[in-house]
């Protein structure tokens, strides 16, 4: 029975460690991209190859 308290322990130690690293990546601003993701699969990556490809 001691071992549940060791494991609710942890749980929540790593449930609140989780939470605070999303809340400091919110308020830096870490999710706030909202133009870029429609048109990323526009951009052509083969151009970048190519260049490093011809030298």
């Known amino acids: 029975m001691n071992i549940f308290y060791l494991l609710i322990g942890v749980s929540l ?3 609140i460690i989780f939470l605070v690293l999303f809340i400091w990546a919110v ?13 990323r699969m ?3 990556d083969d151009e970048e190859t190519d260049k490093t490809n011809d030298k």
Do not use: E, S, V, Y
């Open 13 to 15: 130690l790593g449930a």
């Open 42 to 44: 526009l951009f052509d």
């Open 27 to 39: 308020r830096n601003k870490q999710f706030d991209d909202d133009k870029t993701p429609p048109i």
